[in-house]
C-alpha cells in the first residue's frame, strides 16, 4: 500500500521527501573542498532523474537514498521503516537497494555494487546512475580533501564499472552518463596529478 492520501499528487509528494531529506541531512556535509550541504547532492540527484524521465517513486526514493546510511551515527539516525510509513513500500524497497551495507568493508561493499547492479530493479538502476553521475560532477568540479591524482582515477574508473550494469533502461540517462564520464577522464587527463 502506498503511503500517501488518494489526492495528493506526485510533486507534493517529491516536495515532501525532499523536506524530510533536508531534515535528516541537516547536518550533513560534502565531503569535497566546498563542504557543500549534503542535501545538494540529493536534490541533484532526483532533479537529473526528473530531467530524464524517471519514475516518481525513483525520484523520492533519489531523495531518500542517503537518509539511513549517513544517518546511522546521528543522536536519531533514519530507519527504513520510517521512510516506508511515510512513503510507502515501493519507495523503500528503492531505497534499500540502492544502499550499502556499512557493516561490510569498504572494498566489499564497492565491489557488490558492481556484482549486483545489474540484478537490481529498473528504478534502482536509474537511481544508481544518477548517484554516479553526481558523484563523478563532485570528483571533478571539488574532490574530497586527501583525494590525490591516484584515487579519483580509481574511483571514476569504480564508477564506470558500477554503471556498466545499470545501462539499458533509460538511454538518454546512459547518455548523461557517458558524457560525464568522458568529461571526469578528460579532467583528470588534462590535471595530470595534481594534487586535490
Known amino acids: 500500500m502506498d503511503s500517501h492520501t488518494p489526492t495528493e499528487t506526485d510533486l507534493a509528494r517529491i ?24 542535501v545538494n547532492h540529493v536534490l541533484e540527484v532526483a532533479e537529473i532523474l526528473a530531467a530524464h524521465a524517471a519514475p516518481p517513486a525513483a525520484i523520492i526514493a533519489a531523495l531518500l537514498h542517503d537518509t539511513v546510511e549517513d544517518s546511522d551515527e546521528d543522536p536519531e539516525p533514519c530507519t527504513l521503516a520510517q521512510i516506508e510509513a511515510a512513503f510507502g513500500a515501493e519507495v523503500a524497497g528503492i531505497v534499500a537497494e540502492v544502499s550499502d551495507d556499512k557493516s561490510l568493508p569498504k572494498e566489499v561493499r564497492k565491489g557488490l555494487q558492481v556484482r549486483n547492479g545489474p540484478k537490481k530493479s529498473d528504478a534502482a538502476k536509474q537511481l544508481k546512475l544518477a548517484d554516479k553521475i553526481s558523484n563523478l560532477r563532485a570528483i571533478a568540479a571539488s574532490p574530497p580533501k586527501g583525494w590525490d591524482h591516484a584515487r579519483r582515477l580509481e574511483y571514476v574508473g569504480w564508477a564506470g564499472r558500477v554503471a556498466a550494469g545499470l545501462r539499458g533502461v533509460n538511454p538518454a540517462l546512459d547518455a548523461v552518463f557517458e558524457a560525464t564520464y568522458r568529461d571526469a577522464v578528460r579532467r583528470l587527463a588534462a590535471d595530470g596529478g595534481t594534487p586535490a
Do not use: Q
Not at 15 to 38: D, I
Open 15 to 38: 516536495l515532501r521527501a525532499a523536506v524530510f531529506a533536508a531534515r535528516v541531512h541537516a547536518t550533513h556535509r560534502r565531503k569535497g573542498a566546498a563542504a557543500e550541504p549534503y
